[in-house]
């Protein structure tokens, strides 16, 4: 009887389906129209838009961008970055190891220093101390600054605010931003040092490149 049953209303629900399938319209889609869906445009977010000074997040309008990256390796340069203007990177071990722009925010006006290959002493205290009041100054290494920069040199980056400045060793990769005649921000990243290390090297002989980055209010002065 249990069988019986089964049997009849598996027929039952067959009929049923097959009624109800042909009640329903079929439609088919051809080879065309499902070309023309492919065809249709795929709409996808916008990518993120570059910032100055290729910030992750843009600083507000009253503000400057910048950011300064040391040299790492023979081919990686320093490089400082301000308000999406590009300084001259260090071009060889040749050449200047300190690079230093100074900007008057009162004039938007950008000068950068040259050292003398032999001693980066001398024509760098030069340029610092006729930086006059409401100037940033912001500085980067590459290879090595620390062998033939006197302690008169040192001492002077040290009254503008540096505390690592005097710790610099042999190929120390080394970044800093000042102000004379204002103060800057407390809660903007003033300095960063990065020692060789044999053991920690990101090249052979060279630590990595390090960088420093933000946003100075335009209204310091």
Known sequence: V?????????????????????????????????????????????????????????????????????????????????????????????????QIWRHRLDLDEWESCVTDPTDHSGEMMTFIRNAPAGTLLLMAT?????????????????????????????????VFIAAKGFKLPDDIQKEKINHSDRKMNRYNGWPAEIQIEGCIPRNLI
């Open 142 to 174: 590459h290879d090595d600054g620390s062998t033939l920069l006197k302690n008169d040199a040192k001492k002077l980056i040290e009254e503008l605010g540096s505390k690592e400045i005097m710790n610099m060793k042999f190929r120390s990769s080394w």
């Open 2 to 98: 249990r069988l019986t049953g089964l049997l009849l209303t598996s027929l039952a629900a067959w009929h049923l389906g097959q009624f109800i399938a042909d009640l329903v319209p079929q439609a088919t889609i051809s080879n065309g129209e499902f070309q023309e869906i492919r065809k249709k445009p795929v709409l996808r977010a916008p990518g993120p838009k570059r910032q100055k000074c290729d910030h992750w997040t843009p600083c507000p309008p009253d503000n400057y961008a910048y950011r300064i990256l040391s040299g790492g390796g023979k081919e990686r340069m320093a490089k400082i970055c301000f308000e999406d203007e590009l300084g001259n990177p260090l071009e060889s071990r040749r050449c200047t190891l300190f």
